[in-house]
């Protein structure tokens, strides 16, 4: 019997796909994510090879290794990921990314070639004596280091393209008008760019925003109530701690500020006389984020890396998140829609290619890792408030 992957070598032979098997972007992702298990393999062989000839030859090397290399990132129901300091501040330009899997491949082939030589180094250095041997197991130690964090990297690019490339190809007409907003920009003048710039920034604020004005102390606060299912209570004052440090801009008229109210509700509830998903459950997170309340916006877990739908759920995945990144999702939550622009190339056999335009602007939409609000989301949120006061655009 055939497996996806001797399938696919049969379909890149020109053969019609049957129609029972996964899409083509699953089945290429699945070779991918399989030679990359196995390069982390050999990664984990090196480190055990490293930290034996350590051991026993320069112990006085070994709090300078780190750990074994991390499994490859496991995405499932309730899994949460580590909220971590804010990217470093970056240059501000307009910047076209490509993700896809043969990317993402020539990514591991890469690597692949630098363990190549790190392992050859290893035979060298069990050879070696004396100072030589030192500076040779320093050498490796860096060597693994870099290649464990290059490790990292991958395995978000990999989740990257999983998700994406299925939302894309579920979503197809949206991606098609997006494409073509996607070229235009690349070749459009500055004023045309900051105006189409202008009509996406544009936000669809949900009904259950309230607006709470202190006119005393010059303070307007969003009043966001937010479900959730999250157990950890620590966790949710974290986010809730962030998200509030994060959304808060004056200028010269007043503070602004959002207020999140999380109402907790259990897996039980949500699932109720039905069989409720257990902790690494995987399902699909739309069907998962509508079965909450309509009365508020939600905070879930289960995606393969966090994304959010505008004015409904953020969803959280096992990777890291920044700090910024995190209120970034959150303003989905009070309407805006991504400041850049997603379009996407069709590779047939290989999957899609995932094309992002990032552009000049600093703001938290635009910049997702180190963007700022601004006074204007503020106002932008109110104005669609008093033209829409009970009903959701």
Request: cysteine-free; charged content about 25%.
């Amino acid at each position: 019997m055939l497996t996806w992957i001797g399938i696919a070598l049969v379909l890149s032979a020109g053969q019609i796909a049957p129609s029972n098997l996964p899409p083509a972007y699953v089945r290429e992702g699945d070779r991918v994510e399989q030679e990359f298990r196995a390069y982390r393999d050999r990664l984990e062989t090196l480190h055990a090879s490293l930290q034996t000839t350590i051991e026993r030859d320069a112990p006085a090397l070994l709090p300078e290794l780190r750990e074994a290399p991390p499994q490859p990132v496991i995405y499932g129901y309730q899994f949460l990921p580590r909220i971590v300091d804010n990217a470093p501040p970056s240059s501000r330009r307009v910047t076209s990314f490509a993700y896809s899997w043969p990317i993402t491949r020539g990514y591991i082939d890469g690597e692949g070639i630098k363990l190549d030589r790190t392992e050859e180094e290893m035979r060298l250095a069990t050879r070696a004596t004396g100072l030589a041997k030192n500076a040779l197991l320093l050498s490796l130690i860096s060597s693994y280091k870099s290649l464990v964090d290059n490790q990292r990297v991958i395995d978000q690019y990999i989740q990257y393209n999983r998700l994406w490339q299925r939302t894309i190809a579920e979503n197809r007409p949206r991606y098609d008008e997006l494409t073509k907003v996607y070229n235009m920009l690349q070749t459009a003048d500055a004023n045309t760019a900051a105006a189409i710039r202008q009509v996406l920034g544009q936000p669809l604020v949900p009904t259950a925003i309230s607006v709470v004005a202190d006119e005393v102390n010059h303070r307007i606060t969003l009043q966001v109530p937010v479900y959730t299912d999250i157990e950890n209570d620590g966790y949710l004052a974290l986010a809730k701690s962030v998200i509030e440090s994060v959304w808060l801009a004056r200028d010269a008229e007043s503070t602004y500020s959002v207020e999140v109210e999380f109402r907790k509700i259990s897996t039980a509830e949500l699932y109720e006389g039905e069989k409720a998903p257990e902790r690494g459950a995987h399902f699909e997170v739309g069907a998962h984020a509508a079965r909450f309340p309509t009365g508020g916006l939600v905070l879930t877990t289960g995606a393969e890396m966090t994304n959010a739908v505008v004015k409904r759920y953020v969803a959280l995945g096992p990777g890291d998140v920044f700090m910024r990144t995190l209120a970034h999702e959150f303003g989905h939550l009070l309407g805006f829609p991504d400041g850049y622009v997603r379009g996407y190339k069709d590779l047939g056999e290989m999957g899609i290619e995932i094309e992002e335009l990032t552009t000049v602007f600093d703001d938290i939409m635009s910049a997702p890792r180190d963007g700022t609000v601004l006074p204007a989301h503020f106002k932008m949120i109110l104005e669609a408030i008093k033209q829409h006061p009970t009903v959701d655009p």
